[in-house]
């Protein structure tokens, strides 16, 4: 597998050569604790999410990416907001894309499924929300952990 990379505002990052829509889920549930994974491609905790297929809605690929990656099945509750920093770019070295950032970043509760680690993720847990600020992540994942916790109003950027 190859290796994620992040750059923000980085002279050094190669330049973007592709935009793909993807989501990012909160789901949060009735102890009020954030689902939350570690990447295998760089190590780094975000919460579950990738791209949106062809012929999907953004709430169908958010159901789907979060199963995929955590074995907990959701339902979309609400939206957090929209990223879409150019100076944010997402180099993956399997195969050269370079992405510019575009995430639709939703929160979601849990219906069913147990946290299972995938091809995705080494580790998956349910966290309290007071734990996030502890994980080691990409600054772009952090700004939306922030955004959440702040609960509003929706993040438009």
Not at 59 to 75: D, F, H, K, L
Not at 80 to 88: E, F, I, L
Not at 105 to 121: F, H, I, K, M, Q
Request: negative net charge.
């Amino acid at each position: 597998m190859g290796r994620r990379i992040d750059y923000y505002d980085d002279p050094e990052a190669p330049q973007a050569n592709s935009r793909v829509p993807s989501v990012n889920v909160f789901v949060v549930n009735e102890r009020d604790e954030v689902l939350m994974i570690r990447r295998t491609d760089n190590g780094n905790w975000a919460v579950p999410g990738g791209a949106i297929d062809l012929g999907e809605s953004v709430p169908q690929a958010a159901v789907r990416e979060t199963e995929e990656e955590s074995g907990v099945t959701c339902e979309i509750t609400g939206i957090v907001g929209t990223y879409s920093d150019p100076k944010h770019i997402v180099y993956y070295t399997s195969d050269g894309e370079a992405r510019q950032e575009f995430s639709i970043a939703l929160t979601a509760r849990p219906v069913s499924g147990e946290p299972r680690t995938s091809d995705e993720s080494k580790e998956v847990l349910w966290l309290p929300k007071d734990k996030l600020a502890e994980l080691t992540m990409d600054r772009s994942m952090r700004l939306r952990i922030d955004h959440f916790l702040q609960g509003g109003p929706t993040h438009i950027g």
